[in-house]
């Protein structure tokens, strides 16, 4: 699918079409956008685009939402209930149509239909968590709070009991943190823990664990040189859309850190396909935007290209709908004014063509069809073009159970993320410090229990001896220093709440849990 110039052919041709279009592969790190009302062929744009990028090299990662874009493992077929018009569309495009499937590479969060792909809390940071968890702003100064404990005291926290654990402990020794970090209230301890737990019901602890996903697994090529094509099954994770922005936003953000600058390559290092893009930014704080613009201007240099896929380029803030350089727009129904606006918008984001009005354009054209624009030489816009997309070379519709089994079971990486590991973490090491306070609290106290008797045999012969005893034969409480360390504090404080039955009978309350949970 890729041509001799190193360009892949979208489409074009035909009498009532403009020239052929080619993305170019030097410029396919600008990224792009992909965008038209539901059932105008974005998928099938997908689909074409993705296998031109693997054919040239080019390692590419998309999310399926709909189980449509199995089908890139397999070659289409003659049998295709299409065929016949995708012969007479590549007849009318000048194309010879070769059916070929792609090296696909099936993921999945709860590697059911693919190999599991998880990161660790420590890897997602506080940002992104908060965004996840949908905390308010002072919820998210406490999770940083427990994430800049978490490196001084070297709690690993890799899923998310660890987070738990953590923050019980939090929550335990608020007081001491809150004078050291600034204010810590049980209120906001509690919201993170219920969000934690609507998290963990809506299938999020599948995301935390080890072996954490290593990136170089999607950076690579096929035995032949094509790119490998990495497809999250992302129909049951669309059922937590936060979820799913929240991983894919982490998943571009660790690219951008991970990846060594290149520059401006020949062509790309990987393609992302960012599908239903607007759920990463509806509701999105201020803060999540700004990180997403900063990525996306900046992680070109990396190599990466980043096309959003939506139904309408508003979807896309405006800072970032400026920096996509190539743009394929299906047609977009103008049945009320809001939309009649939103036909415009999208009109005034091409590159005027004299041949035909831009917005009349994106209104009538068919399935399968679309206005192009794509960046030519020195990265300057395309002028607007009407193109007949060209058919796909892969199956259209998604592939049998039996075919992905299949494919996952020949993947060189078969067995590598299928078992889960859990090391020691943050969870194991405050259950055993908890464990071992609770230990040392009961000893003192038979200790006590031991010297009672003959305490009190000895206030009695002092008595009769007529000596004078003190009504308080206990020690004073000592204060916790000014300069105690946060683990220092901890321990104090574990052997305050532990010295006399009704505060064990508290903390073990708190911490049964964690205990029942191992």
Known sequence: MATSDGGIF????????????????????RHGLIAGATGTGKTVTLQILTQGFSDAGVPVF?????????????????????????????????????????????WDLWGADGHPVRTTVSEMGPLLLARLLELTEAQEGVLNIAFRVADEQGLALLDLKDLQALLVWVGE????????????????????????????????????????LE????????????????????????????????????????????????????????VFFFDEAHLLFDDAPKALIDKVEQVARLIRSKGVGVYFVTQNPEDIPEDILGQLGNRVQHALRAFTAKDRKALRQAAQNYRENPAFDIEDAIREVGVGEAVTSLLERKGIPGVAERTLIRPPASQLGPITDGERKDVLQSSDIAGKYEVEIDRESAFEVLAKRAEDAAKAAEEAEAEEDTAEPAMREYKSGRRYSGE?????????????????????AFAKSFARSLGTRAGRSIVRGVLGGLFRGR
């Open 10 to 29: 979208v489409g074009g041709g035909g009498a009532d079409y403009g020239t052929a279009q080619h993305l170019r592969l030097d410029y396919a790190n």
């Open 62 to 106: 998309l999310s399926d939402v709909k189980g449509d874009l199995s089908g890139l493992a397999r070659p289409g077929s003659p049998e295709h209930k299409l065929h016949g018009a995708f012969l007479e569309r590549a007849g009318k495009i000048g194309l010879d149509l070769d059916y070929a499937a792609a090296p696909v590479t099936f």
């Open 173 to 212: 020794n608020r007081k001491t943190l809150s004078t050291q970090y600034g204010n810590v209230s049980t209120a906001s301890v509690g919201a993170i823990q219920r969000a934690l737990l609507t998290l963990e019901t809506q299938g999020g602890v599948n995301l935390f664990g080890e072996p954490a």
């Open 215 to 270: 990136l170089e697994d999607l950076v690579r090529t096929a035995p032949d040189g094509r790119g490998r094509v990495n497809v999250l099954a992302a129909d049951r994770l669309m059922a937590a859309p936060r979820l799913y922005a929240t991983f894919l936003m982490w998943l571009l953000s660790e690219l951008f850190e991970q990846l060594p600058e290149v520059g401006d390559p020949d062509k790309p290092k990987l």
């Open 468 to 488: 004078r005893v003190s009504r308080s034969t206990s020690k004073p409480r000592s204060r916790s220093r000014r300069g105690d360390s946060v683990g220092e």
